[in-house]
């Protein structure tokens, strides 16, 4: 099953660049014209935290790849078939819920595509921290090269199908849970990933075929995160593993989904050994569950 082109056509108008269809004679004039774009967009009903995929598909292969426009930020897609080009767009809990509307531009036109985002509660917890653990702040050395990694758009898709659980452990927190923090509401945190509990040393696996982009090492800065690897799956996805006791495997290399990277740990801020599984789509932390499931493709 995809998520891809299950959905309904949600192409509201077509308009060419530059011209206004005034008249439904204009109108059908465009939309039999050899430049219409079709844009369709999965899931149907989307809630905050769920990876939007834009298809678009074009009747010129030859023209550069169509855009995907929305509250300011341009994405560029990636080709998946004959004249059909695919982006990611993600959404978070710190988003209001609501109508986007994207902006697809490509091959002469430009298509406006209105999307609603519902609402989702996420679970509250109340986190106290000792004045020693809340001091801890992270080194910028461990947040440039973290940021750097999630921002990385890489063209090819090295993944295939569905990803696997990163681990067997049962899950302990799931993804957007907000929190009090010593009392006080954290306004821009949210849970960006997925808690496994297991125990110190047990396998941590790559979620989906992956070139390893990031590895980092507590001993050399990663005082937040821990050992830490990161995987770059490609067309900006890429997953984020932390607080780990052991690496085992090295900056670009490639790896299978389901192969072992490393153990289970309790490096970092950590209060017993579990692993942090993040999945990150354009630089956000998206909810991994939908990647799990259907397979975005
Ligand atoms: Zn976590």
């Known amino acids: 099953m995809t998520a891809d082109f299950d959905s309904v056509l949600m192409s509201k108008h077509r308009l060419r660049s530059g ?13 039999s014209s050899a430049t219409a774009l079709e844009v369709r967009v999965a899931p149907d009903r989307p809630r905050l935290g769920d990876t939007l995929s834009v298809m678009v598909r074009t009747d010129d292969p030859d023209l550069p790849h169509p855009t995907v426009s929305v509250n300011g930020r341009t994405y560029e897609t ?3 078939g004959t004249n059909r080009y695919r982006a990611f767009l993600p959404t978070t809990p710190l988003e209001a819920p609501g109508t986007r509307t994207l ?6 036109a430009v298509e406006t595509v209105s999307v609603v985002v519902s609402d989702r509660s996420f679970p509250i917890q109340e986190i106290w921290l000792s004045p020693e653990t809340n001091a801890i702040e992270g080194t910028d050395y461990e947040f440039d090269l973290v940021d750097a990694f999630k921002q990385l758009v890489s063209p090819e898709r090295l993944w295939t199908g569905p990803f696997r659980p990163p681990s067997d452990g049962p ?4 993804y957007g849970v907000r929190r009090y923090y010593n009392g006080e509401w954290a306004e821009n945190y949210y849970h960006r990933g997925i808690d496994y509990a297991a125990p110190a040393g047990a396998p941590v696996l790559a979620a989906a075929r992956g070139r390893v982009a990031l590895v980092g090492r507590e001993s050399q800065g990663f005082e937040l995160h821990g050992n830490t690897v990161g995987l770059d799956h490609g067309q900006g996805v890429t997953t984020i593993y932390l607080h ?6 090295r900056e670009g290399q490639l790896v299978e989904a389901g192969q072992p990277i490393g153990a289970v740990g309790s490096t970092g801020i950590s209060t017993g050994p579990h692993l942090h599984w993040g999945l990150y789509v354009r630089g956000e932390s998206v909810d991994p569950l939908p990647w799990q499931s259907l397979g975005l493709k």
Do not use: Y
């Open 244 to 249: 780990l006791s052991r690496i085992d495997v």
């Open 78 to 80: 990636f080709l998946v």
């Open 19 to 31: 011209m206004v269809a005034a008249t439904s004679a204009i109108w059908t004039v465009l939309a």
């Open 171 to 174: 899950v302990t927190t799931v």
């Open 103 to 108: 902006q697809v531009s490509g091959d002469g």
